[in-house]
């Protein structure tokens, strides 16, 4: 996520805002009109704010429009978005505005923990007035960087007791954010609102494209995938090969074993597709012990290669190794390619369809390529 930060030219806070206690009666006007104006200020804020939660999901717009409000009220030397990656639990960088960002996540406390880590593990605000003058914090860790009485804030980003991230203030006026620490705090919890909404779109999403039993896409992402793919391939003059794969007597798992056995078998061909395919492939269940597989930029003879490949490992892979009876799984292989097969992604479907139930009525446990019939489970090219 890249945000660019834009400066409001609308409004602009003065820092020197007088305090109460040395007022004059002249002054005292000054200090209510400021406060007033910071106040309205902070109600734009929040207006800004929430129209953004209300009016997309996407996470990017959201978090730049908190970023740049935050940004423009609290005037940081630098500031930084630090959030924590969903499967990992690392944290990492989203955003980063201003130098001095590999400075600050250098900067250790005396424990030894990192600004960052201290945050997301005790879910408070860590509020450092002067970097140079802390004894929390370790000194070994200062750089150059940090000169003067430079300050720190980092603002924990959590919902419902869950660190999500960490939002990092350098060198802010310490008197605004003592006056403001609450926008700061609530601004940090709308960004959370924003990231655990984008998070469970984007589960809702993946649920209605993927397949509960294998955890492969579904057969309705099938088409939008190819269609995707069709076009990127005719744009650039790409190849690109499907796969339809039948497991062999898989009735006879339901029959002699149960239908738990069965769908637990069929959740390991998941896997085992997922293993030995690249990350750019995508694997889909296509219905019932039917499978398909869109190899991107991929010609015939590579396709073919693949093809193979997965027979050889449904051939040697230990199916349901702890259960207490053994399973062989074989598989029926047909395999289109675009252009040169189907010039569309219905086509191309059927295309390789065909040619699994090719290979099925001639006997099963085998490939089929469209144009050419049956090739065998050996070789390392085309038959001519």
Not at 41 to 70: C, G, P, R, W
Request: contains cysteine; aromatic residues 8%.
């Amino acid at each position: 996520m890249s945000l660019e930060l834009v400066w409001p030219t609308e409004f602009r806070l003065q820092r020197d805002w007088p305090s109460a206690a040395d007022s004059t009666s002249g002054k005292q006007t000054a200090v209510a009109t400021t406060d007033n104006d910071r106040q309205l200020y902070e109600l734009k804020i929040f207006h800004d704010v929430a129209k953004a939660l209300t009016s997309t999901l996407d996470l990017d717009n959201i978090l730049q429009t908190i970023m740049e409000k935050m940004a423009a009220y609290f005037e940081p030397a630098t500031w930084s978005l630090v959030m924590i990656d969903e499967v990992s639990q690392e944290p990492y960088y989203a955003a980063s505005v201003g130098r001095g960002a590999e400075s600050l996540s250098t900067l250790r406390l005396a424990d030894g923990s990192h600004l960052t880590e201290w945050v997301i593990s005790h879910g408070e605000i860590l509020v450092i007035e002067n970097v140079n003058g802390d004894p929390r914090v370790d000194p070994d860790s200062r750089s150059e960087w940090f000169e003067g009485s430079c300050s720190v804030v980092c603002v924990p980003v959590r919902t419902a007791g869950k660190v999500l991230g960490v939002i990092q203030l350098v060198n802010i006026d310490m008197r605004v954010y003592q006056q403001s620490e609450m926008l700061l705090q609530t601004l940090a919890d709308y960004a959370a609102i924003a990231i655990e909404n984008a998070r469970a779109v984007r589960r809702i999403q993946e649920l209605s494209i993927t397949d509960d039993c294998t955890g492969l896409y579904n057969a309705r992402h099938l088409f939008t995938v190819i269609a995707d793919e069709l076009h990127r391939s005719s744009r650039f003059g790409y190849e690109f090969t499907l796969l339809f794969l039948d497991l062999d007597h898989f009735k006879r798992v339901n029959d002699e074993h149960g239908h738990l056995i069965g769908s637990k078998l069929l959740a390991e061909v998941g896997v085992c597709l997922r293993e030995n395919l690249r990350l750019v492939d995508a694997a889909f269940r296509y219905g019932g012990d039917e499978f398909a597989i869109l190899l991107p930029q991929t010609s015939s003879e590579a396709g073919l290669r693949v093809a193979r490949r997965i027979a050889r490992v449904f051939h040697h892979r230990r199916w349901l190794a702890d259960e207490q009876f053994r399973v062989d799984l074989r598989a029926s292989i047909g395999m289109a390619t675009y252009p040169s097969d189907a010039p569309s992604p219905q086509a191309i479907v059927q295309r390789a369809d065909e040619m699994m139930y090719a290979v099925k009525q001639a006997g099963r446990d085998n490939i089929a390529v469209y144009g050419v019939g049956i090739v065998g489970l050996n070789g390392s090219h085309l038959p001519e």
